[in-house]
């Protein structure tokens, strides 16, 4: 009977509080939380001005949205922080979505790797800025760490195996971050991450590498904020015949190795992998240059051969001369490691990626606002 009187009189209270029984509109007191919570504060005590700071520093901490879409969260939600959270969550999801259609060229590569096998995976955004920010770089070198995780066709075979990203998407991110917690698949965190960020996150791409046999897996990043993450990656696997010899010596060459094709850019391992077409298309175009000169057919065919030569040494891994010593080349460079070794040592595999590489990138005057605020 009391509790009657009480629904009848708080019933009462809120149609005073709306003009004299107006009954309220779908919608009007949000979700049923943020009712109760209101009822709770109307017979209760008004949340103080310095409570009211606090709620909302704790919630932009807690999601990194903008202090005006926290404000009006919490106001909406008559101050129940996470009746608060939930809302900013849901709007989130569809601020992200709004902003998938534009550009992301900017963003990380995160490595992780294990002694059998490495991953490489690309995070991309808008902006620089962006990929600065401590939520988008823990996002990045999880999505590496549940990569490294995934049994893949590439423990078996010695090539580096692409992935793209619907090959993550449902897999599960065990979070441990102030702003994304709990058990949540890739999929949900970046559309999580790009809400809090108020850009387009991409997972783009990803690559395995594995070693065939008894040897190393080496990387390299560049222009690296932290461990394990970087702009411009690198990796190589060096293999040993002999299964007793020891793995220092390989360490060590495969680190400068792995910098120096993150450097130099190599297209191929050997001369055997540049197609035949390459090799001519290339030798008729220096042909033309050489017999512009006017020379003899002699000469002509010297001027052709040295240029050939340079252009192995351009694009073939060990035809280029070695970027931290550039007196030898690479292939001398693993005689003498075979020789230091006891054993032959060769190259498996190498990977050279590097952060929006085949993206379209927009011009300045058609950048989106955060890109253009950003430069």
């Known amino acids: 009977m009391a509790r009657s009187w009480v629904a009848k009189v708080s019933r009462e209270l809120l149609h005073k509080e709306l003009g004299t029984y107006r009954q309220p509109r779908h919608g009007e007191f949000g979700n049923l939380n943020c009712l109760s919570s209101m009822l709770l504060r109307r017979f209760g005590s008004e949340v103080s001005a310095s409570e009211q700071m606090n709620l909302i520093r704790q919630l932009r901490e807690k999601t990194s949205a903008p202090i005006k879409d926290v404000k009006a969260a919490l106001v909406s939600c008559n101050w129940d922080i996470e009746a608060a959270h939930k809302d900013l969550r849901k709007r989130g999801v569809v601020l992200a979505s709004k902003k998938s259609s534009r550009t992301a060229a900017e963003g990380l590569l995160a490595v992780a790797q294990n002694d059998n ?3 490489a995976v690309e995070l991309n955004c808008e902006t620089d800025f962006v990929a600065r920010n401590d939520i988008f770089q823990y996002l990045a070198s999880s999505l590496a760490r549940v990569a490294l995780s995934v049994e893949s066709p590439v423990q078996q075979i010695q090539a580096a195996f692409p992935f793209g990203p619907e090959y993550l998407e449902n897999m599960k991110i065990n979070a441990d971050h102030p702003k994304l917690c709990g058990e949540i698949t890739v999929q949900n965190a970046v559309t999580e991450v790009a809400a809090m960020v108020g850009e387009n996150v991409k997972l ?3 690559f395995a590498m594995s070693r065939s046999s008894h040897g190393v897996i080496s990387s390299y990043l560049h222009t690296s904020p932290q461990l394990g993450l970087g702009r411009i990656a690198g990796l190589v696997t060096l293999e040993v015949e002999d299964e007793n010899a020891p793995l220092d010596a390989l360490q060590r060459v495969g ?5 120096h094709i993150v450097a130099s850019k190599p297209l191929f391992l050997s001369k055997e992998f540049v197609s035949s077409e390459a090799i001519e298309s290339e030798r008729d175009v220096f042909k033309s240059q050489a017999e512009s000169s006017g020379k003899s057919q002699m000469a002509i065919e010297k001027m052709v051969e040295g240029r050939m030569r340079k252009y192995f040494e351009e694009v073939v891994l060990l ?9 030898v080349h690479v292939k001398s460079l693993l005689n003498d490691l075979s020789k230091e070794v006891g054993s032959s040592v060769k190259i498996g595999n190498f990977l050279r990626i590097e952060v929006g590489e085949g993206i379209q990138r927009l011009e300045a005057s058609e950048a989106p606002d955060s890109v253009a605020r950003a430069a």
Request: glycine share 4%; aromatic share 4%.
């Open 117 to 119: 096998r490495a991953v």
């Open 204 to 206: 783009r791409r990803g």
């Open 255 to 259: 680190s400068s190795l792995a910098m």
């Open 319 to 327: 035809e280029q001369k070695f970027v931290m010593n550039d007196s």
